[in-house]
């Protein structure tokens, strides 16, 4: 979807179309969660602060997040989805992979089933989506941001390998600012640099992901569209309207935390052995916390009671407290017990 949240704020509120909006928190304290185009202008970004953003946009608009109303339209898109096939996985609230190897509708082209679903969704949100066409997850990825916003565009199996080198390194999904830098320090700066480099030198400088690097920089991704996949980890955050800085706030201010957390776990019977509580101080500073136990967390006691075991291992303070964060990871689901690249009528 197409700067979703901000959107769906727009499309709810025509006062707002044509200008600069962001969803979030507020001015002083808040998060961006997402930027309109217009915002997107002026270098607005999600997960920027918005003390920062107001400073890039003065003329900022700032519009409290309505999760309720986004999970509503996301899943009016899933259900448009289901017309089409039945492999969806799932990313997030507003993007997803879909294999339409075997369509639901006979005699459709993948790139004519993506117009179809964008034309779909339009008509019956009144958003507008982009769509990325390919042979593997990646391209397809690179295809969907390439025309943004309400494009479509078509990477096929011949154009793969040239369509990779003349990126730059930066725009590769999955690589962001500090890899990239570090592939530049190595002389790698466009697709056709990375595929120049032996799978041994990219693992010895990159560890394992190395091989991922190899791959995409030759077009190739196997991974399959997995639908119903597993989360790698269900958390919660906040960032406070003034700075924590008692302990007995810092309590207080986990509960709702472990309260979304633990919901989450019982609502999709999932279980998480790795704990880790995430701190974000006044000056911007983060650190983290985990500890991971021998079984899964089965209580929200327990959850609760090792969060504030690694709480007390920061304390006291040494300065405020701006943001708070509670996840677990680890995760596994009762009873669940997972190729290559997809045959594809482009």
């Not at 679903?117 to 066409?133: F, W, Y």
Request: aromatic share 8%; glycine share 6%.
């Amino acid at each position: 979807m197409d700067a979703f949240y901000a959107s769906v704020e727009q499309r709810d509120n025509p006062d707002l179309l044509g200008h600069p909006v962001a969803v979030g928190g507020s001015r002083q304290r808040g998060v961006v969660a997402a930027a309109s185009y217009e915002a997107r202008q002026f270098g607005v970004r999600s997960a920027m602060a918005s003390s920062v953003a107001i400073r890039k946009c003065p003329d900022l608009i700032f519009v409290k997040p309505r999760f309720d109303v986004y999970k509503r339209v996301s899943s009016q898109i899933r259900s448009i989805f289901a017309e089409y096939t039945h492999l969806i996985e799932p990313l997030s609230l507003d993007e997803a992979y879909l294999d339409v190897t075997d369509t639901l509708h006979e005699g459709m082209s993948a790139t004519q089933t993506a117009q179809a679903i964008k034309d779909r969704i339009r008509q019956e949100t009144g958003l507008t989506a982009s769509a990325g066409v390919s042979y593997n997850k990646f391209l397809a990825k690179l295809a969907s941001d390439y025309r943004k916003p309400d494009g479509l565009f078509l990477i096929r199996p011949q154009q793969g390998l040239a369509f990779v080198e003349q990126l730059a390194v930066n725009q590769f999904h999955g690589i962001g600012q500090v890899t990239a830098a570090r592939m530049n320090q190595l002389g790698i700066f466009t697709g056709f640099d990375l595929r120049q480099q032996t799978e041994a030198f990219l693992t010895q400088h990159f560890g394992k992901v190395g091989h991922h690097y190899y791959c995409i920089a030759r077009a190739i991704d196997n991974r399959p569209v997995t639908a119903n996949r597993i989360r790698k980890s269900v958390g919660s955050e906040n960032t406070f309207e003034q700075d924590l800085t008692e302990t007995e706030n810092l309590i207080e201010g986990l509960q709702p935390l472990l309260d979304e957390v633990w919901a989450y776990c019982e609502r999709t019977a999932i279980e998480g052995r790795t704990i880790t509580l995430k701190v974000k101080y006044t000056d911007f500073q983060q650190i983290t916390r985990s500890r991971t136990v021998a079984s899964a967390v089965q209580s929200r006691a327990l959850l609760e009671r090792i969060t504030l075991e690694l709480l007390q291992s920061i304390l006291p303070l040494s300065k405020g407290v701006r943001l708070l964060g509670v996840s677990l990871s680890s995760l596994q689901t009762a009873g669940l017990p997972a190729s290559g690249q997809l045959s594809l009528n482009l």
